[in-house]
């Protein structure tokens, strides 16, 4: 069997990604146990560590989808664009 070792850009960028999850949610899991938080819900704290990172990676896919829809991309609003008039609210 033969293994390819040639990985993209992409690829690579998609395995420290997940390796940075991993890390976090075993971080996350670390701190719910530290303050006993698994106690609030009797839920293992790992449960809950999978549950919050699973809640981050569903509002950032909301989020995306929500930025294709009006068109934009983030960043490009008029909240971080300060207006180049001075004084007053400009709203539009």
Not at 49 to 54: G, I, R
Not at 82 to 90: F, L
Request: aromatic share 10%.
């Amino acid at each position: 069997m033969e293994i390819n070792t040639n990985l993209s850009m992409t690829d690579l960028e998609s395995i420290q990604r997940h390796k940075n999850i991993e890390e976090f949610e075993n971080a996350l899991t670390v701190l719910i146990n530290k303050y006993s938080m698994e106690n609030l819900c009797d839920t293992p704290d790992y449960i809950l560590a999978q549950f919050l990172v699973t809640c981050l990676q569903n509002y950032s896919h909301a989020v995306n989808r929500r930025d294709n829809w009006y068109g934009f991309k983030p960043f490009d609003s008029k909240i971080i664009n300060k207006p180049e008039s001075g004084g007053g609210n400009n709203d539009e």
